[in-house]
Structure formats: structure tokens, C-alpha cells
């Protein structure tokens, strides 16, 4: 998590870099009057630079792959993507029309960078922050530990977020009368169907005690 946390930190710092530089190079060409001009190779160049963005989108998007670190990166390869469209209509419309579309289209970019950037702050602040994972989640906690044979009521639930991980805690009553062994194998039960059911689950503590 501690790696993760700081690749997530890595990709936020670099996007809020890259915002700030365009602020500043907006500012620049507000103030100056100041207007890049516009190469035939520009479009070309957009174009290779948005497709190449697409693919690493394609890939991250069905890899598979989760977490922070990955999450982060994915904020900030839609965030290239949207650049590179906006970019390449801003080069288009630059060349063509007028040289007012390049600096409107470092708005939009610096728009969604901004955009980003404050996801990519939600989310490492919730990984390294415990969170709670919201009211919808601890009702089917409590509905799916209600649904299991034995259990005669259950209460003191509690549960954390950290990152993508929830960490649930419960207190299970059972008949005074039930045996050890089958008090342990409700508590498997308990924990088993929560973690297939609700697979966000990282971990969950048992507490089995007689219903008075």
C-alpha cells in the first residue's frame, strides 16, 4: 500500500506540474499576445500522440489490473487523451481558421488536468486515510449475516476503507447452547459468504457470542 501510495503521489505531483506549466504558458499568451505558430507536422504529430494514448488506455482498461497506483495512472491517461483530442482540434482549427483555437484548446486541457488532479487527490487521500465504506455496503453486511442459519441477531458493526480494501468487524449472537465447533464453523460461514458476496472485503473479524 505504502508503494502504491507513492506512485499515486508521483503521477499527482506530475499532473499538477503539467497543469501549472500551462497555466503559466496560458498566461503567457493572455498577456503577451504571444501565439505558437502552427507547423505543417503539428496535426500529424497530435494525431500520433492520441492514438498512442488511446492504446494505453485500451490496455489498462482491460487488463484487469486495480489499485491506487493504477487508478492515478488511469486518471492521468484519460487526461493525456483528452489533451491529445483537444490538442489535435486546436492544431486543425489553428491552422485553418485562426490561431485563437490553440489557445482555447489549452483551456480544455488545463480544465480536465485540474479535473484530475482533484480525483487523483480523492484518491490517495482515502488510501492512506480510513474512510467508511458507506451505509449500502454495512446494510448487505448486515443482511447477509442475518441470512445465515444459526445466527440469532447481529450488532457492532463496523467497517473501514482504506484504499480499494474493506475491513469489517461484527459481533454474531448465537443460542447459548450451540457447541464450540459449531460456533467456529458459523463464524467461517459468516466470513466466506461475506467476502463472496461482497468482494471488496479484505479481512473480517468474527465475534460469536450467546444470545441473551
Known amino acids: 500500500m505504502r508503494f502504491e501510495a507513492l506512485s499515486a503521489i508521483i503521477t499527482f505531483s506530475y499532473l499538477l506540474s503539467m497543469m501549472i506549466i500551462l497555466l503559466h504558458a496560458l498566461f503567457e499568451r493572455l498577456t503577451t499576445g504571444y501565439v505558437t505558430s502552427i507547423g505543417v507536422r503539428a496535426p500529424a504529430y497530435a494525431t500520433i500522440s492520441l492514438f498512442s494514448n488511446v492504446l494505453a488506455l485500451l490496455f489498462y482498461r482491460r487488463s484487469g489490473f486495480s489499485g491506487l497506483a493504477v487508478k ?10 483528452v489533451e491529445g483530442i483537444s490538442v489535435l482540434f486546436g492544431v486543425l482549427l489553428a491552422s485553418l481558421f485562426s490561431p485563437i483555437w490553440d489557445i482555447i484548446a489549452l483551456c480544455v486541457v488545463i480544465s480536465f488536468m485540474g479535473l484530475s ?22 446494510e448487505k453486511a448486515d443482511k447477509i449475516v442475518r441470512s445465515i442459519e444459526g445466527v440469532k441477531e447481529v450488532h457492532k458493526i463496523r467497517a473501514r476503507r482504506v484504499g480499494s ?3 469489517l468487524d461484527l459481533h454474531v449472537l448465537v443460542d447459548p447452547s450451540m457447541s464450540v465447533k459449531s460456533a467456529h464453523d458459523l463464524a467461517d460461514e459468516v466470513l466466506e459468504r461475506i467476502k463472496r458476496e ?15
Do not use: A, Q, R, W
Open 72 to 81: 492515478t495512472e488511469e486518471l492521468h491517461i484519460i487526461s493525456d487523451v
Open 117 to 138: 488532479s482533484v480525483k487523483s487527490f480523492i484518491e490517495i487521500k482515502n488510501s492512506v486515510t480510513d474512510v467508511s465504506p458507506g451505509p449500502s455496503y454495512m
Open 165 to 167: 480494501d474493506i475491513f
Open 198 to 212: 461482497l468482494p471488496d472485503t479484505k479481512d473480517v473479524v468474527v465475534h460469536v457470542e450467546p444470545h441473551t
